[in-house]
């Protein structure tokens, strides 16, 4: 099993409730595809650099885990279509 980091920047559009369910959602994803959460770093709200769909705040996270380098791709396919999130990248650590 390998270390990764998965760096999410969520919407900010919604209150902090929906927000704390969306990363445990995001978290939920990891977990279904065999992987082990080790530590989940929450930054809070933050201005982007840069405009994203609008956006000018994101919520930022950063979640260390560790999986099976098959099970990357699921995670990775499935943050492409979820809907809270701004920008994501995982990082092999």
Known sequence: ??????????KTT?????QKDALEKIKGFVTSNNGTINEVKEFGKR?????????KEGYYAFIEFS???QSVKPIDQICKIEESLLRYMIIKK
């Open 14 to 18: 919604a209150d902090e409730a929906s």
């Open 67 to 69: 999986a099976d380098t």
């Open 1 to 10: 099993m390998s270390n990764y980091e998965l760096a999410v920047v969520l």
């Open 47 to 55: 201005e982007l650099a840069y405009e994203i769909q609008k956006a």
